[in-house]
């Protein structure tokens, strides 16, 4: 007797073809991702690495070197000294995540334990719209409002790292303070609960208890917005004054690896040692955001133990 | 009290009465074994009760039979449905699942009109024609008793319905495939006990059509509905026979202290 | 004891002060943003293309660029985000290769933005030889954008109930047809809030822009719609910037007269059409999930 019921579960049918179709086309996708995400580090690697394997550049110069001039010589290398630069970036990045860890953790610890209903809808919609802010008009704010204010308070010109990392400051606080607010809400609430029970104030349980069991949380976010402060192009250029200088002082015009490369691409021609030494800085952009990445998942694996 | 998982009692059915049978089951969550040679039969229009405390593995056994587990857990060893060895790579599972169907724990409507929860999958198998799609929708609701209450909603969404009606929205959803086999994992656990009567009423009434295997935690269900039990314990098949003889004469010691609720 | 309770209420204080200070800042730069900018924008300023070196210009194009590049941007990005959503919510195996898919995309998603500006300008731009143009903008953006879409769809569908795929699975459908027509219509909502936020970003975004959409809006003729024509809005090649680029390169080498006027007026358009961005996704995704789950 046929049994058509056993050949038919033997056999490939619609539902099979609409299964490798489908697996097909989410695998792409993914392929995708990864292979311009492979292309993005491999261009920018190769055309990185030119300014010392063409243009005998030396990489002891370009970290530790103050001249940045690529176009001339000295001794028979360009002058690729991009320290100024460097310590511009991570001037403003330091000084923003100084200025932002505590506001952002008072703003957190007000939305989780302090606010009423109301009013932590209010600053998550307050959050939420700060996100949206493109960072052009915070450079466009900053050269109109902070900017002036440090040159009338200050002295200087006004543009220099303390603009930058103020406009900065402003830029990662949303982000920082939302990814705070959720290291604070995964805080069990029995923690709290047990301390203001042994008699402890809200702030002693707050101190001890909650920002304590929540400290590698905090710190992923402050990575995270320093992460964003480094990268940042536009808004910094907008504000810190370009001067490829090393930065004596946080009022005076400086530079950063993301200003001098916004500036530098479109005056340089492509295969000059001039351009070259950009890809070199976008090269040091591309590594620091591993390390920033990095760091955040070794905070996370220290969580995890 | 120490039990000996080697005592067992299985009963044997005749080749022909097989609708189902597993050979050497063993199921595995990765390193964790939750199933140990399970060697089961099941007769054809007949209601099999699974029972076991939690973590017995019954609802593992279950879910394994139609391949539901799969990506989950490593089931090795063989089903045998209609000949074949349906746990095979070969196997088509999608149209397999077509003849063994499955109602689960938590009523799982899709956010659809009631109708179209019963007629999507039917759509997708090529019946196109109108009246025979309403013609299905109308017998498999009534074999699911909801007819009655749900007649002039068809088109309503789903999620409107009770939980109990919700729950034989999915029965009558599954048995509008006509399936051979229908597995059912606590189908009446999240339910209150008028929708338990009204389901099992409606089991009662089905296995004059399919085979069906239900685990339940609830050994009333399993005295009042079902013709064969199978008592899982760690994972070890301990008892299969009539319902009858497993409730009023079991053959090991762990199923009779069970049963008596002496433990578990 | 009255010292901790002293410590205590100045520690109140200056939390409540600090939240209420990041309200004042929000408040201020709105209120700067719109009060210097709104004046002025006018009918004449929104349809009037911009001038180099003479006052009075407008930003026509600009408006027109940024909507271009973001319908071009999702037109692209959306497909590519939705299927890797949909394999790590739903076909990804829990293994390394997995981990590091998702490795991947978080470091695609905080590479700095000028550094996949560039990338894009060093391929398609110079090496592929397709100068600054709508199609580099829209590449740069959607390099921009996956990683983050992609994560809101993956949690999208995720967050639709594992039993609706069981369901589908049992009735002997394909993963696949149970995933695209009973899993994605539920997870709508959470895609077409996340999709609208996305595109609130994308919008705001200028520096992936300057060096592949260009910084050079020329005239376009708003009465030809033949996409290979070159003045036509629609066509992909010419260079194209956008409303975020152009307060950008007004303030950094701007030397019309009105500029300061022009980048206030544009940054007030800038931000209320992302308002509104904002405001449309959490409306819309509201609406759509009571619409979905009104029968609950």
Sequence with gaps: MRDEIREKIQKNSKATYQEIFGKLLVSISIIIILLIVSAIFGFIFSKGIATFTENNAQVKDFFTGTNWNPSMNEKGHPQVGALPMILGSFGVTLLAAIFVTPFAIGTALYITELASKKMKKILQIVIELLVGIPSVVYGFIGLNVVVPFIRENFGGTGYGILAGAVVLFVMILPTVTSLTVDSLKAVPKHYRSASLALGATPWQTMFHVTLKAATSGILTAIVFGMARAFGEALAVQMVIGNASLMPTSLLNPASTLTSVLTMGIGNTVMGTVGNNALWSLALVLLAMSLIFNLIVRLIGRKDIK | MEYNLKDKYILQLNEKEKALETRDLNIFYGEKQALFDGNLQFERYKITSLIGASGSGKSTFLRSLNRMNEGVADVKGSILYRGIDINSPKINVYEMRKYIGMVFQRPNPFSKSIYENITFALKENGIKDKEKLAEIVETSLKQAALWDEVKDDLNKSALALSGGQQQRLCIARAIAMKPDILLLDEPASALDPISTAKIEETLLELKEKYTLIIVTHNMQQASRISDYTVFFHLGNVIEYNKTKNIFTNPKIKLTEDYISGNFG | ?296
Excluded at chain 3, 166 to 192: D, H, N, R, V, Y
Excluded at chain 3, 239 to 266: Q, R, Y
């Design chain 3, 1 to 296: 004891m009255k010292n901790t309770k002293f410590q205590n209420n100045v520690a109140m204080a200056i939390i409540k002060l600090i939240a209420a200070m990041v309200v004042l800042i929000l408040v201020f730069l709105l209120g700067k943003i719109l009060i210097s900018g709104v004046p002025h924008i006018s009918w004449k300023f929104l349809v009037t293309p911009s001038k180099a070196f003479t006052a009075g210009g407008g930003i026509s194009v600009q408006i027109f660029n940024s909507f271009y590049l973001l319908i071009l941007t999702l037109l692209i990005s959306f497909p590519i985000s939705l299927g890797a959503g949909i394999y790590l919510a739903k076909y990804a195996a829990k293994n390394k290769i997995t981990s590091l898919i998702r490795m991947v995309i978080e470091i695609l998603s905080s590479l700095p933005s000028v550094v996949v500006g560039l990338f894009v300008f060093l391929v398609c731009v110079v090496q592929m030889q397709i100068g600054f143009s709508i199609l580099a903008g829209a590449i740069a953006l959607t390099f921009f954008n996956l990683p983050l879409l992609t994560r809101n769809i993956e949690e999208s569908i995720k967050a639709v109930p594992n039993l609706q795929l069981e369901g589908g699975l049992a009735l002997g459908l394909s993963k696949w047809k149970t995933i695209t027509k009973i899993i994605l219509p539920e997870a709508l909502p959470g895609i077409i809030t996340g999709v609208i936020l996305s595109a609130g970003r994308v919008f705001g975004e200028a520096a992936a822009l300057i060096y592949t959409a260009g910084q050079s809006a020329p005239a376009v003729d708003f009465t030809n719609w033949n996409i290979f024509d070159e003045t036509s809005p629609l066509n992909l090649m010419r260079p194209a910037e956008t409303l975020a680029v152009h307060i950008w390169k007004i303030n950094s080498e701007g030397i019309m007269p009105d500029a300061n006027a022009i980048s206030a007026g544009t940054s007030a358009v800038l931000i209320i059409a992302i308002l509104i961005f904002n405001l449309s996704a959490r409306y819309l995704g509201n609406y759509l999930y009571r619409k979905l789950t009104s029968a609950r």
